[in-house]
């Protein structure tokens, strides 16, 4: 009888909601996750960045399949080259972004699926800015046909994440009334 009747006062434990004990757990397991993709693709595009700097002179061009050529070349603008040479414009573009995908999740972490494409635009972005200030340039090193601009694999993780992002909100507002 003791617990029933120390319920009502403060300081006494009582259950949490089920709503609320499995929020936090839920949360914390997708920034978790977005941490993990974010490290691995990190790792993965200093990596190969890496290599392709100490087995391909800069300017040089080697063909892997059909239509597929590894390069060497520095990018001083965004993903694929653009806003070349404005490094004040790309370092606020590039944290205005970051951030507003921060909020986003903050707000939508239970959502399912939501912590990969947030991983890979988080570990897309700091691959490369890890080589802005390393380098004040950044890497690239994937050269498709007809005229497409070299890029590297923290590029690909943003282009891709941006997609799968579209991709899920799209499929939230269909099921969600």
């Keep these: 009888m003791r617990g ?10 009582q259950p949490a909601s089920p709503g609320r004990s499995r929020r936090l757990p839920v949360a914390a397991a997708a920034w978790m996750r977005v941490a993990l993709i974010a490290i691995a ?5 200093q990596l190969s960045k890496r290599a392709v700097e100490h087995s391909i002179v800069r300017g ?5 399949l059909p239509g597929i050529q590894l390069v ?8 694929f080259g653009f806003l ?3 490094h004040v414009a790309v370092t606020i573009l590039i944290a205005v972004a970051l951030l507003a995908l921060l909020a986003y999740f903050a707000r939508h972490a239970e959502k399912p699926l939501i912590w990969l494409p947030t991983g890979m635009l988080i570990g897309g972005a700091l691959g490369n800015i890890i080589d802005r200030l390393k380098d004040g340039a950044v890497t690239d090193f994937v050269k498709l046909p007809l005229g497409w601009p070299p890029f590297n694999l923290a590029d690909s993780s943003i282009t891709l994440g941006i997609v ?4 899920l909100i799209d499929h939230q507002r269909r099921v969600e009334p």
């Design 60 to 64: 040089e061009e080697r063909k892997v």
């Design 41 to 45: 693709v990190i790792a993965a595009d």
């Design 164 to 167: 799968i992002l579209f991709l």
């Design 84 to 86: 070349p040479g404005s």
């Design 4 to 13: 029933i009747e120390d319920r009502g006062r403060p300081g006494a434990s």
């Design 72 to 79: 060497n070349t520095r990018n001083r603008g965004v993903a």
